[in-house]
């Protein structure tokens, strides 16, 4: 069965420039997470979507970051314009269903803005 | 210039040896509790979790042990092979569901 693709695997772009971050979840999951990875520490979330609901979104910053999951399969999240600060890896993981504690976690994009 | 970020805490084992990696958490409230492990350029992945309720759960070759007193969760690894080496988070998963909320790392090396 394959994982929870992500593509691409590694962007870099230039400050003020949009980027895009694609991820195909795990056929049957219906809950999608995107984190953010910075060096050295845990991944920390940024939204959850229930099947093509984004059911918390407290912790992106949406004045440059936004995302969607039209008809709640695959996921796009973007940065427009990107800073210097966003350089990170940026996870996709899928599960199940909400409460499942075993998330499944994509390889990662990991985005470096010079 | 100096790098800025973090220094993971490293833990340097012998292949064979049993490794203990520790974490504290903060949130007494939290339903369950996770441990996670993470291989250079791959995402994490689940390996064992336990409820509150519980102070210790086995799986294969991995024992976590909770100790809500102080507020301390560990991940003993038997028997640790090469394949072992990574960095392992832990999480907490609080009551009202769905969130993890994932510790700083801990990066475990296994020496021949």
């Known amino acids: 069965e394959a994982g929870v693709v992500q593509s691409p695997r590694y962007k870099i772009i230039e400050k003020k420039q949009p980027v895009a971050f694609w991820c195909n979840p795990i056929?049957?999951?219906?809950?999608l997470y995107w984190y953010l990875q910075n060096l050295g520490q845990g991944p920390e979330l940024l939204i959850r979507y229930e099947n093509e609901e984004a059911v918390d979104d407290s912790q992106l910053p949406k004045d440059r970051f936004s995302a969607e999951r039209l008809k709640g399969v695959d996921s796009t999240l973007k940065i427009q314009p990107a800073e210097l600060g966003d350089s990170a890896v940026y996870l996709c993981?899928?599960?199940?269903?909400?409460?499942?504690?075993?998330?499944?976690f994509g390889p990662g994009t990991r985005l470096t803005v010079l | 210039g100096e790098s800025v970020g973090l220094h993971l805490p490293t833990l340097s084992v012998q292949e064979g040896d049993n490794s203990i990696i520790n974490c504290a958490y903060s949130n007494s409230a939290s339903d369950y509790f996770i441990w996670y492990k993470q291989e250079s350029g791959k995402g994490p992945q689940f390996i064992i979790d336990i409820r509150s309720n519980m102070d210790k759960r086995q799986g294969q070759r991995v024992t976590v042990l909770l100790n809500k007193t102080v507020k301390h969760l560990s991940l003993q690894i038997a028997a640790t092979q090469p394949g072992d080496s990574a960095v392992y988070f832990c999480a907490e998963m609080p009551n009202s569901g769905y969130a993890l909320n994932f510790g700083k790392g801990t990066s475990l090396l296994v020496t021949p």
């Open positions: 056929s049957g999951h219906n809950t």
């Open positions: 993981a899928s599960s199940l269903q909400g409460t499942s504690r075993e998330q499944f």
